[in-house]
């Protein structure tokens, strides 16, 4: 198997868990080399040749293409999100290799919640406008891929701060923090997230699948859950409506009935993954 942006928070999780049955190379891109037992490559998803060389060299069975920017993560979000994710389709139709490309639950705008499969995206930012794109980019280089669409990703190993670091920094600072009551996700715990993906590669369906956590929480309600496990005091968190002037999509819990009855892998809420946390710590 590759793993692009093995180097992230996502494709580090999809290595460790693909060690089990796999025999995994994965890349960076800055950030360097971090796990044993992975064969680590730098690439840059932008250089078409340098995607074709190397699936070209190694020629895996498997893709699992989490590489990305996330907004706030650089300028070029077209460049690295479609043109990168075109690139590793192209690559990975080249040589035959199973795609597991992931998508975002904001391709959505937000207006009617539990999103289903066959519900047609219409991103309102530029993050989920490059995602929508790097979509079609797949689908037309790679028409055996799976495209699956992750809700938030957060996790408690080894850190709660992947998810919750400015939130626990703005309390310490004395900051009131004021988080939305009306934005709604279904968070996915990393790990089981990892299990799902490796589950796909060697699976052998296609088209687009929703894998989100088995409970929707506002992002006021996920805030105060990652600081309290966090062991973080909450008593100056406020919960206020999105304002009016931000464009962000507000409901994009999805319908993940069909992921749940065509995987193994659970898919828990994030009050489950919470719990097994602090029974563990
Ligand atoms: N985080 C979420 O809540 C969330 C929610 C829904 C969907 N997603 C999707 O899930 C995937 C993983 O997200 P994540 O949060 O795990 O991301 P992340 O931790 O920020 O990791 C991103 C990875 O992409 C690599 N990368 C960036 N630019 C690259 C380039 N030009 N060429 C090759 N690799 C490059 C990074 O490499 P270096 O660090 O080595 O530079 C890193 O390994 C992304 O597709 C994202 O859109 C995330």
Known sequence: MLVTGGSG??????????????????????????????????????????????????????????????PGQGDDLRGVNVTGSGNVALAAASVGARLVHVSTDVVFDGTKGNYSETDRPAPLTEYAQTKAEAEDAVTSAAAEAVIIRSSLIYGWRPTVARAAQWMIDAVKRGETLRLWSDELR????????????????????????????????????????????????????????????????????????????????????????????????
């Open 9 to 70: 928070y996502l494709g580090g999780w999809v290595a460790r868990v693909a060690l089990d049955s796999w025999e995994v190379s994965a890349t960076f891109h800055t950030s360097g080399a971090v796990e044993t037992g992975i064969a680590w490559r730098q690439l840059d998803v932008r250089d078409r040749a340098a995607v074709e060389s190397l699936v070209g060299e190694i020629r895996p069975q498997a893709i699992v293409h989490t590489a990305a920017l996330n």
């Open 186 to 281: 279904c968070p996915i715990w990393v790990e089981s997230l990892a299990a799902a993906l490796v589950e796909l590669a060697a699976s052998d369906e296609t088209g687009f699948l929703h894998l989100g956590g088995d409970q929707a929480v506002s992002r006021y309600e996920f805030g105060i859950k990652l600081l309290q496990f966090a062991g973080v005091e909450t008593t100056r968190v406020e919960s206020i409506p999105t304002p009016p002037n931000v464009e962000r999509p507000l409901d994009c819990t999805m319908d993940t009935s069909l992921a749940r009855s065509l995987l193994h892998t659970p898919l828990p809420g994030l009050d489950e993954v919470l719990a097994r946390g602090d029974a563990i710590r």
